[in-house]
Every structure is written in structure tokens, then in C-alpha cells.
């Protein structure tokens, strides 16, 4: 689907866990049932480190049902991330309609539940083989690891089903009071503080279960529902931004300083008499009153330092056809979601074939950090 998939440091303390907790504990109670002190084996060692896979693959395939689904409806999504506490597909735009939210969010709980039962439906079917004796004891591990995968797709299904912001249920409850409502702000204030409810009842009863319960895993939940309360209120700011840049122009963040090089000056040149007097992110490439291109900064940090006697701007710009170019009427929010799905630091603003501007993450933030003080 050419999306990227970033495995973030954390995720590779997750599967250590997960490896060491179904190859050296589970697995081997499991398949030594008689033992005093079973002990982890090559057998159940390789047991763990499957599940642990398949694991993370029910988690991949619940996360691409949402890239799906959001490429779908015409969303660009950047990448997959796995990380301690799952998944993340980062889309590249908030949706613009409650339908498409609703669709998006509800895709990932849709596959988990569609794998729990395919894995829980073998599960049965390979007891119930077990049962009839035709088959000796090596049915043990595929039953054990199908139990394990139905279980864990199951949890993953009703767990993200639960109704707070940011996770799958509570974007399904924003998509549902947004339709209503036609408020996506008071939608989203709503999902958020179902969200932060949650996220304090898991903080509460995993604390709870810790301290009085002596159970160590109640500090997982806490942990989740820490990140959970940070997503939820973090959500809620992005969404405060988005709207308020859903209700600006591009054309008023943009800057207006535009300066030109002639294509045919050497890079070194160009440095030397533009880059480092001026301090402009990008120039435009002009012939007389001609627009050839762009030449960004970060594009001269390509060409090796030997070659920049000997290579023109012409070489190096960006040309005319390949610029992604925004309208001053659009919003800054449909600029900011085209910014984030290139790789660009800045794009070009034109009218009548002209750059009248650029607009990058730092210029909208600068209008963002301006607005707020004034406001004060
Ligand atoms: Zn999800």
C-alpha cells in the first residue's frame, strides 16, 4: 500500500516481555502440565517467539484495516508505528466528514474481532480433534497458541471498542456525535472526557491492584492509562488547532518575502550572495520574469561541498512541474495536511502563475504563537 512501517525503540522491549513471558513461563506450563517447575525448552522457546509474532501481526493487520479504509476515503496515511503499547497508524489529515471517522475507526476493532474468531473457531475445532484421541499430544501447542491468539485479538477488539478519545470507540462515539450534532469541537469535548475517564479508572484500578492486590501487572494499566490520558488531551488541543486553521486563509499565514536567484549562478554563489545575507528557507528560480523553479535550503545539504563551484542552482532546484503548489484561498489546515503528506519543509503559495509565498510548519506555527498572545 506504500505506506512505511517505523518500529519505535520501545516495541523491542514489548516483545522481549512477550517472548519471555509465553516461551520461558506459559508455554512450558502448558506443555509439561505433570512438571514440579517446568522449564523452558527449545520447543517452547520457539512457541513463545511465534506467538509473540503473530501477536504483533494481528496488531499490524488491525492497524492497516484503518489505513485502508482512511486511503479509501481518500486520506493519505503516513506510516504504521509499533510501539510498548501497540499500534498507531498516523493518517495525514484528521477526516472531514463524520463518515469517514466512523468507517476509519470502526475498521481496526472489525478485523481484530474478524481474527479472534478465526483463530478462536480453530482453536475449538483442534480440542475438540484433541478430544477424540486420533491424535497424540503434539496437539497441545497449536491448541495453546490459538487460545492465546483468539484471547489476545479479542481483548484488542474490546478494548479499542472502549468509548473514550483518542482510542477506535471513542472516535466512533465522536463520529456519531459530530453526525448529529454538526459541532465537531463539542463532539470531540465529549469523546475527550469519556477518554480521560477511562484513562483514570485504568490509572486507579491498575494502582488499586499493585498496591493492595500485590498484582504487578496492575502497573501496566496504570502505565496505558497514563498515555491514554495524554493522547486523549493532546487530541483535544490538535483539534482546537485544526479548527482554528480550518477558519484561516493561506494566504494570512503565509510569508510574503519571496526572493529570486538566477538559475546559472554556481551554488556557491548562491550561498555566498543569497542564502547567508538574506536567511530565507527557499528562493524561487527565476529567468528574468520567468518562473523556472524552486531551490529550497535542505536541498543544497545534497550536493557534496567539492561540487558546489561547479554546480548551478538550475542543477539543483526543484523544477517547475514537480512543485506542489497551494492556492492563497485555501485553508491552512488543507495546507498543513498537503505539508505533512510531503517531504518538504515548505510550499509554494502561487496566483497568476506567480510565488506569492511560502508556507511551512514554522510559519504556521509562528501565526498560531501570535494569534495566542494576542489573545492574552
Ligand atoms: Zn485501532
Request: without cysteine.
Amino acid at each position: 500500500m506504500g505506506i512505511d512501517l517505523h518500529l519505535d525503540a520501545s516495541w523491542f522491549i514489548i516483545v522481549a516481555l512477550l517472548i519471555y513471558t509465553l516461551g520461558f513461563i506459559e508455554f512450558p506450563r502448558e506443555l509439561h502440565p505433570r512438571a514440579v517447575a517446568p522449564r523452558a525448552d527449545i520447543v517452547s522457546i520457539a512457541l513463545g517467539i511465534a506467538a509473540s509474532l503473530l501477536l504483533f501481526a494481528s496488531v499490524l493487520a488491525h492497524e492497516f484495516a484503518h489505513a485502508w479504509m482512511a486511503i479509501q476515503r481518500g486520506i493519505a496515511v503516513k506510516r504504521i508505528t509499533l510501539f510498548i503499547f501497540g499500534g498507531v497508524a498516523h493518517i495525514a489529515e484528521e477526516p472531514d466528514r463524520p463518515a469517514s471517522e466512523f468507517l476509519i475507526a470502526v475498521m481496526g476493532p472489525l478485523t481484530s474481532a474478524a481474527l479472534a474468531a478465526v483463530f478462536g473457531a480453530a482453536w475449538i475445532w483442534l480440542t475438540i480433534l484433541d478430544s477424540t484421541g486420533v491424535i497424540g499430544a503434539w496437539l497441545t501447542a497449536p491448541i495453546v497458541l490459538t487460545n492465546i491468539l483468539a484471547q489476545a485479538n479479542g481483548s484488542l477488539a474490546l478494548f479499542n471498542l472502549a468509548p473514550g478519545f483518542p482510542l477506535d470507540g471513542g472516535r466512533v462515539l465522536r463520529a456519531i456525535l459530530w453526525g448529529v450534532t454538526r459541532d465537531l469541537r463539542r463532539a470531540t469535548r465529549w469523546a475527550t472526557r469519556v477518554g480521560q475517564l477511562i484513562a483514570l479508572l485504568m490509572i486507579g484500578s491498575g494502582g488499586a491492584l499493585f498496591f493492595f492486590g500485590s498484582n504487578s501487572g496492575g502497573i501496566w494499566y496504570a502505565l496505558i492509562g497514563m498515555f491514554l490520558w495524554n493522547a486523549a488531551s493532546e487530541g483535544y488541543r490538535q483539534m482546537l488547532l485544526l479548527e482554528t486553521l480550518r477558519g484561516v486563509s493561506v494566504s494570512r499565514v503565509m510569508t510574503r518575502v519571496v526572493e529570486t536567484v538566477p538559475p546559472d549562478i554556481s551554488i556557491l554563489d548562491f550561498v555566498d550572495a543569497y542564502v547567508l545575507p538574506r536567511r530565507e528557507q527557499t528562493f524561487v528560480v527565476a529567468d528574468g520574469t520567468i518562473t523556472l523553479g524552486l531551490i529550497p535550503f535542505d536541498q543544497i545539504k545534497r550536493v557534496k561541498r567539492a561540487e558546489w563551484r561547479v554546480r548551478r542552482v538550475r542543477d539543483v532546484m526543484i523544477p517547475r512541474a514537480r512543485l506542489i503548489a497551494l492556492a492563497p484561498e485555501q485553508t491552512a489546515a488543507s495546507a498543513l495536511a498537503r505539508l505533512s503528506a510531503s517531504e518538504q519543509d515548505e510550499l509554494s503559495v502561487i496566483e497568476n502563475e506567480q510565488v506569492i509565498g511560502f508556507v511551512g510548519q514554522e510559519t504556521i506555527a509562528r501565526y498560531l504563537k501570535l494569534q495566542s498572545d494576542l489573545a492574552r
